[in-house]
């Protein structure tokens, strides 16, 4: 049941960040300290995030501007051209508040697939830190008067974080340890296993190696 009363007012700050230590896939968890004010009190929490990268607020060298020129274009043109980018959608369940917070941590699926923007952006960066922007929604059920109500997270419930390159980079290392993986149109696929068979070669690195050889 929706009421029309003022529901408590919902503050998230996004503290750290961690790789998932035991996860089917790559997996990034980001603490967040959800904070309400007022005398209701927050049963429990849904809330689903949003998270962009804010590309544009941070610096990159000559390397990084040549690499990045298949996401944002020529450097020359970034005046217009560089701009935040969706990387994940997240969704949490929160428990209930105790003396006006409580802990939670946002789970992010990543992957290694170069057809993935995100992925493309944060496996250009050489270092440094990834500004990241969670936009909020959701539901807060809490207790007032005795009786359980529900609210909408409002609209402008946001949160800034600043995440190391190296977290994501160090995560992708473990799951796929000196490797990165290519999709190809199965044609394709099919084209340089042929030429694999006929040139005798034994592996797929040998493959490419030699056709960017010319060989």
Not at 19 to 30: D, I, K, M, S, W
Not at 93 to 113: K, L, N, Q, S
Not at 182 to 207: H, M
Request: hydrophobic content about 40%; some cysteine.
């Amino acid at each position: 049941m929706t009421t029309t009363a003022c529901p408590p007012a919902l503050r998230v700050t996004v503290e750290g960040v961690e790789a998932a230590e035991f996860a089917a896939v790559p997996t990034l968890r980001f603490h967040a300290r959800l904070d309400s004010t007022g005398p209701a009190e927050i049963r429990s929490l849904d809330l689903h995030a949003q998270i962009r990268i804010a590309a544009a607020r941070r610096s990159y060298d000559d390397e990084a501007r040549e690499r990045l020129a298949e996401l944002f274009g020529p450097s020359r043109d970034w005046g217009r051209t560089l701009r935040g980018l969706l990387w994940t959608h997240a969704t949490v369940r929160a428990p209930a508040f105790h003396d006006g917070h409580c802990a939670a941590e946002i789970p992010v699926t990543c992957t290694y697939d170069f057809d993935v923007v995100a992925t493309k952006y944060l496996h250009t960066l050489p270092g440094g830190e990834v500004p990241l922007e969670f936009l909020f929604s959701g539901t807060i059920f809490y207790l007032e008067d005795g009786l359980l109500r529900a609210a909408r997270v409002p609209w402008d419930t946001e949160a800034e974080f600043t995440m190391p390159v190296r977290v994501w980079k160090d995560l992708m290392d473990h799951y796929f340890p000196g490797s990165a993986w290519l999709r190809l149109d199965r044609s394709v696929f099919d084209r340089l296993y042929a030429y694999r068979v006929r040139n005798t070669l034994t592996g797929w690195d040998d493959v490419i190696s030699a056709l960017l050889e010319g060989r």
